[in-house]
């Protein structure tokens, strides 16, 4: 991934953030070719260790029986910038349109597992930390299914351990322009709602005009 230095995310707390707030990965393998590419929630439960589940009927765990090397590819909220947004552009309109957004890249190794207990214990995890996320005290429970529905539902996946092995994040947030500009930017992505993104932005303020 191209990072220019001034859009190099560092902060540990920005990464895992992003992770646990955009967790549908997209998650890439090679293979021959081609890559094998699916978007899968991940849960992170270890130090740079992730877990989810495929459907049975997803060939990723027939393809690579053994585990793979793998990219899973985190993305937080992006948004257009345009040139309007910078109030020095009346100065000498020297701006061009641009994107801001947050990514997190981690290279690994994916391994599968077909055992009941491992499957049962990643669905419980999920749904635990989701639930509890969306639906607070109403959280939905493993328990809430009939067994026999959910033995069916546990026999129709797979799970499977992600171990990231480098992590390289980027946050594009206009930290690149004057104060004014960015302050600019960071309202227009307020008023079009864009929640996640104006408060990244605020992190990642810059100190000083640059």
């Known amino acids: 991934m191209y990072i220019p230095p001034h859009f190099l995310e ?3 707390a920005v990464i895992s953030g992003l992770v646990e707030h955009f967790p549908l990965a997209t998650l890439v393998c090679h293979l021959g070719d081609n890559f094998v590419a699916n978007h899968i929630p991940m849960l992170r439960t270890l ?3 992730y877990v989810g589940h495929i459907a049975k009927e997803n060939d990723l765990h027939q393809l690579f029986p053994r585990g793979m090397a793998a990219l899973a590819i985190f993305s937080a909220e992006n ?6 947004w910078y109030p020095s552009k009346k100065d000498n309109h020297r701006h061009v349109p641009t994107w801001n957004y947050q990514v997190v890249h981690m290279h690994g190794r ?3 597992d077909h055992s009941r207990k491992t499957k049962l214990a990643v669905v419980g995890q999920l749904t635990k930390v989701f639930e509890q996320q969306y639906s607070g005290d109403e959280a939905w429970q493993l ?3 009939p067994r026999d529905y959910m033995e069916a ?5 797979v799970a499977f351990t992600f171990k990231a092995q480098t992590i390289v994040a980027k946050s594009k947030l206009s930290q690149n322009r004057e104060s004014k500009d960015f302050e ?8 079009n709602g864009m929640v996640h993104l104006a408060n990244a932005m605020e992190v990642t303020k810059p100190k000083k005009d640059s």
């Open 47 to 49: 130090e740079n260790t």
């Open 143 to 145: 328990s809430d299914a």
């Open 10 to 12: 560092v902060d540990e």
């Open 79 to 84: 948004a257009y910038v345009s040139p309007n």
């Open 110 to 112: 994916i391994t599968f």
């Open 153 to 157: 539902m546990l026999d129709n996946i």
């Open 184 to 191: 600019s930017v960071k309202a227009s992505m307020e008023e």
